[in-house]
C-alpha cells in the first residue's frame, strides 16, 4: 500500500509499515499544506494518511474521499512504539475511504 505520514507523525514510525511504500507529508513537499487542501492533494494519489490530528474528522468533510484515514493516539515515540502492531493492524484492515482511530489499552 502507498502511505503517506503527516507532517507530526515519527518518521521512524515508516519501520512498522516496511512492506508497505512510505514517505511523509514533508517529503512529497506539502509540508504547511492545510488540512482541506492537503487531502485533496493525497486522495487518490496515497491509500493510506496516517496522522495524530484528532480534529481532522470534525474540521473536514470526509465524505466521498477515497484515501483511507488512520489517528493514531499521540506522536510520542515511546507510544507509538508500544502500539506498533494495533498500528499495523489498522493498516492492514483499511479500505478506501475509511477513518480508524489507534487507541492506546493502556491510558
Same mark, same amino acid.
Given at each position: 500500500?502507498?502511505?503517506?505520514? =503527516?507532517?507530526?507523525?515519527?518518521?521512524?514510525?515508516?519501520?512498522?509499515?516496511?512492506?508497505?511504500?512510505?514517505?511523509?507529508?514533508?517529503?512529497? %513537499?506539502?509540508?504547511?499544506?492545510?488540512? %482541506?487542501?492537503?487531502?485533496?492533494?493525497? =486522495? %487518490?494519489?496515497?491509500?493510506?494518511?496516517?496522522?495524530? =490530528?484528532?480534529?481532522?474528522?470534525?474540521?473536514?468533510?470526509?465524505?466521498?474521499?477515497?484515501?483511507?484515514?488512520?489517528?493514531?493516539?499521540?506522536?510520542?515515540?515511546?507510544?507509538?512504539?508500544?502500539?506498533?502492531?494495533?498500528?499495523?493492524?489498522?493498516?492492514?484492515?483499511?479500505?478506501? %475511504?475509511?477513518?480508524?482511530?489507534?487507541?492506546?489499552?493502556?491510558?
Amino acid at each position: 500500500m502507498k502511505i503517506i505520514l =503527516d507532517e507530526n507523525v515519527p518518521w521512524p514510525l515508516r519501520r512498522f509499515l516496511a512492506e508497505h511504500e512510505v514517505t511523509s507529508v514533508q517529503r512529497e %513537499g506539502f509540508g504547511g499544506s492545510e488540512n %482541506g487542501e492537503l487531502l485533496s492533494l493525497l =486522495d %487518490g494519489n496515497f491509500e493510506i494518511f496516517v496522522l495524530c =490530528d484528532k480534529n481532522l474528522r470534525y474540521q473536514q468533510n470526509l465524505a466521498g474521499r477515497t484515501i483511507a484515514i488512520i489517528e493514531l493516539p499521540t506522536n510520542r515515540w515511546p507510544l507509538l512504539e508500544r502500539l506498533r502492531e494495533s498500528i499495523a493492524r489498522a493498516v492492514m484492515n483499511s479500505s478506501p %475511504g475509511t477513518y480508524t482511530t489507534v487507541e492506546d489499552s493502556h491510558e
